[in-house]
């Protein structure tokens, strides 16, 4: 927070400039103040608030739709209805959308231009696009756990419908699994928004360069692939299912420690629009 | 206050600012006028530590914008009134400042109020007109109480109540001790709101100093019953003498010049007056040929 001035008075300022010297020496805001910012931001734009409910509508709907088909499916399998493999179900979708935000974090400041009067505010650039990654991870996190919550509700439903006894072993370990995953996704959009440079080119950036790498890699490179295929990685991380971790690592490292390092460093040069 | 010195900032090949230096003072409202292109917003990014210069510095009560602690409490900057999310309200716009510079947050609303957007602020911003966000984009220069306000073109868009409008809250502010310095392109725009000038052209400052002074140092309008001779005699004087269409002369030089040189060649005047009127045609000149050797001369102010 800002606020306190220091006393000046011993400073010899001429009177009429003293009010300017007391505006200088006022502190400017922490980095939690700026991390306070960057959170509001995240929810205060419709395009932003829009996608947080697009992921909220997407877990919800997925599961009205397996509550509606928890009686048949128990039928052949009466073990189905158990909350980890309704979280699953959950976060196909939410693992698509949401980490969208760490594309955004990097790009509307410049798409929509306000980087002007952002970076006017507070010029430490270092210090706006920390506070941004951690919003973006900390959103990522909040809508996690709510969705997380949707899953839980979707499966006690379902349980009452089928008329099965509630099954929650391993959902906690599911619910890591998919916020680590999420993470790590969001993390790659950052890396990926940061080098794009534009919302709209990130965005695609991020959709099809990863799964298109997976798709392709493994007929391109045979098993060489698995050093470099991202999403293969970040499955096996977040599941802690790592058998080898220098190919983990390796993918880990080109798919977000590399665009997040060269992408954060262009943003902290880069020209404003 | 505002100090520019030796301010230049080159673009690869392309030299934007080319050795650009003036002051503003406590006080005043300084116009920085040129035709676009002519270096006036990267001077001004530059100013607000947005661009780093390639020589030279800028700096405000002495101190270079990226050292100042909580610069939006020392100046405010509207650098483009265009710039503003258009998803975001005009009060959220205004609340993500006042958050940043540390003041409580019932300034948001009193500086809706100050420009005239206390109806509007629930509004997105992308439903408002190009006067609105001028309007918007100087009450978030004016959230942290600053004492130096920077605008850059603030009368783009604004109508003629706008901008009379803006005169007059410029006015208040430099007559309650601030520095104001504000861009344009139209000198007509400015010309009743500006104590100075700073005329740039080409990257280059052509003309600097009091608008009184600017307008005085316009030059005189002269007809006489001999143009041929008038023209001659005032050339033997050593002045310098432009023909207008009219039929008149135009001459950069002071009415008892022109008046002395008319009489020792006995050349009958019917019209002397000083051409006060000529600002917009000086400033056209100035900044259509930047290059001629007589604009570095700036005016004493």
């Known amino acids: ?109 410049w798409s929509q231009r306000t980087a002007l009067s952002t970076f006017t505010l507070v010029p430490r650039r270092g210090r706006v696009l920390s506070a941004k990654v951690a919003a973006a991870l900390l959103v990522v996190l909040g809508t996690s756990l709510v969705c997380a919550l949707v899953g839980l509700g979707g499966t006690t439903l379902a349980a009452q419908v089928a008329d099965v006894p509630l099954a929650l072993e391993g959902g906690s370990d599911a619910v890591t699994a998919a916020v680590v995953m999420t993470s790590l996704m969001a993390l790659m959009g950052v890396g990926l928004g940061a080098l794009a440079g534009s919302t709209s080119v990130g965005v695609v950036a991020y959709f099809v360069l990863p799964l298109g790498f997976s798709l392709a890699a493994p007929r391109v490179l045979g098993d060489a692939s698995v050093w470099l295929d991202g999403l293969w990685a970040f499955e096996r991380v977040a599941e802690g299912t790592t058998t080898s971790w220098p190919h983990a690592g390796t993918a880990l490292a080109v798919w977000i420690a590399l665009p997040v390092v060269l992408g954060v460093g262009r943003c902290l040069r880069r020209e404003l629009p | 206050m505002i100090s520019i010195q030796h301010l230049t900032k080159r673009f690869g090949r392309t030299l934007a600012v080319d050795d650009v230096s003036f002051e503003c003072a406590p006080g005043t409202v300084t116009g920085f006028l040129g035709p676009n292109g002519a270096g006036k917003s990267t001077t001004l990014r530059v100013l607000a530590g947005l661009s780093r210069p390639s020589d030279g510095r800028a700096t405000i009560g002495g101190v270079a914008y990226r050292e100042l602690r909580n610069p939006g409490r020392v100046i405010g900057c509207m650098l483009d009134a265009a710039a503003q999310h258009p998803g975001r309200t005009g009060r959220e716009t205004l609340l993500l400042a006042a958050i940043a510079t540390g003041v409580p947050t019932s300034r948001v609303g009193q500086m809706l109020e100050r420009v005239g957007l206390q109806d509007a602020g629930r509004r997105r911003v992308g439903e408002y007109s190009l006067g609105m966000r001028q309007r918007l984009g100087i009450a978030q220069a004016l959230v942290g109480d600053p004492h130096v306000l920077v605008l850059d073109e603030p009368a783009n868009g604004l109508d003629p109540e706008g901008i009379r409008w803006m005169r007059g809250l410029l006015r208040d502010f430099a007559d309650g001790g601030g520095t104001v310095l504000l861009s344009s392109h139209l000198l007509a725009e400015v010309q009743a709101t500006v104590d100075r000038l700073v005329v740039v052209g080409g990257g280059r400052v052509v003309r600097e100093g009091a608008l009184d002074d600017l307008l005085r140092a316009s030059g005189v309008v002269v007809r006489g019953l001999d143009a041929d001779g008038l023209v001659a005699a005032m050339t033997a004087a050593g002045l310098r003498v432009r023909r207008r269409a009219d039929g008149t002369v135009a001459i950069d030089a002071s009415a008892e010049q022109v008046g002395r040189a008319a009489h020792t060649a006995g050349q009958v005047l019917l019209e002397l007056r000083e051409d006060g009127t000529r600002l917009e045609e000086l400033f056209f000149e100035l900044t259509v040929a930047p290059q001629v050797p007589t604009s570095r001369q700036a005016v004493a102010a």
């Open chain 1, 1 to 109: 927070m800002t606020g306190g001035t220091e006393t000046l008075e011993h400073l010899d300022v001429d009177p009429a400039l003293r009010p300017l010297a007391r505006a200088m020496a006022l502190r400017g805001p922490s980095w939690w103040t700026v991390l306070r910012i960057e959170l509001r931001k995240t929810v205060d734009t419709r395009a932003s608030r829009w996608l947080l409910l697009a992921v909220l509508i997407v877990a919800a709907g997925s599961m009205a739709y397996e509550v509606t088909q928890a009686r048949s499916m128990v039928q052949s399998d009466p073990g189905w209805v158990t909350l980890p493999r309704y979280l699953d179900t959950v976060f196909d979708g939410v693992m698509l959308l949401l980490p969208v935000v760490g594309v955004l974090a990097m790009t509307t400041e």
